[in-house]
Nanobody, 120 residues
Framework: QVQLEESGGGLVQAGDSLRLSCAAS????????MGWFRQAPGKEREFVAS????????YYGDSRKGRFTISRDNALNTVYLQMNSLKPEDTAVYYC?????????????WGQGTQVTVSS
């Protein structure tokens, strides 16, 4: 079992930056592919970014490339999402996820989510 806890969300203005963190506890953090998803009101949950166990492979959703950066620190059992140049359309609940497969297609564990609100 893995427990995931997100932090770092909040209310910001367009153009601002935020860094989300996800702390993991339980089984070995480095055994999991980690990633972020988000869900805006009235929309389906969508993929934001994922990072491999070693951090050597990273994937981003197309609309976030160049603005968001995912990273992980296996010594701290934490994955991060640095978000720059935020836009109102980035407003959503952001979820941390962990997967035991090769990719994060179907995560095994989810966090509770952290709200990000970007005002215009």
């Amino acid at each position: 079992q893995v427990q995931l806890e997100e932090s770092g969300g909040g209310l910001v203005q367009a153009g601002d930056s935020l860094r989300l963190s996800c702390a993991a506890s339980g089984r070995t953090f480095s055994s999991y592919v980690m990633g972020w998803f988000r869900q805006a009101p009235g929309k389906e949950r969508e993929f934001v970014a994922s990072i491999s166990r070693s951090g050597g492979s990273i994937y981003y959703g197309d609309s976030r490339k160049g603005r968001f950066t995912i990273s992980r620190d296996n010594a701290l059992n934490t994955v991060y999402l640095q978000m720059n140049s935020l836009k109102p359309e980035d407003t959503a609940v952001y979820y941390c996820a962990a997967g035991s497969g090769m990719q994060l297609t179907t995560p095994d564990y989810w966090g509770q989510g952290t709200q990000v609100t970007v005002s215009s």
